[in-house]
Nanobody
């Protein structure tokens, strides 16, 4: 079992940057694939990024490629999402997710554990 707590959200102007953090409890953090998803009001939860156990492999949703970077520090039980060149359409609640072996990195239902989310609002 793992518990996830996101932080780092807030209000930023278009073109700005934010870094989200997700702190995980438990001793086996390094054995979980970690993902970030987002959900805007009235929309489905959308895949943002995922990272393998070791951090050697990363995946990104098409809408954030080249702007967002996912990373992890297994010694600190934390995964990060660096968000640059933010756009108003990036406004959403951002959720951290974890699973030992998600069959599909980009599918929310394939992750067992979720944080409560952190709000990101990008003003134009």
């Amino acid at each position: 079992q793992v518990q996830l707590v996101e932080s780092g959200g807030g209000l930023v102007q278009a073109g700005g940057s934010l870094r989200l953090s997700c702190a995980a409890s438990g001793r086996t953090f390094s054995r979980y694939v970690m993902g970030w998803f987002r959900q805007a009001p009235g929309k489905e939860r959308e895949f943002v990024a995922a990272i393998s156990w070791s951090g050697s492999t990363t995946y990104y949703g098409d809408s954030v490629k080249g702007r967002f970077t996912i990373s992890r520090d297994n010694a600190k039980n934390t995964v990060y999402l660096q968000m640059n060149s933010l756009k108003p359409e990036d406004t959403a609640a951002y959720y951290c997710a974890a699973d030992p072996t998600p069959p599909r990195y980009g599918v929310p239902h394939d992750y067992d554990y979720w944080g409560q989310g952190t709000q990101v609002t990008v003003s134009s």
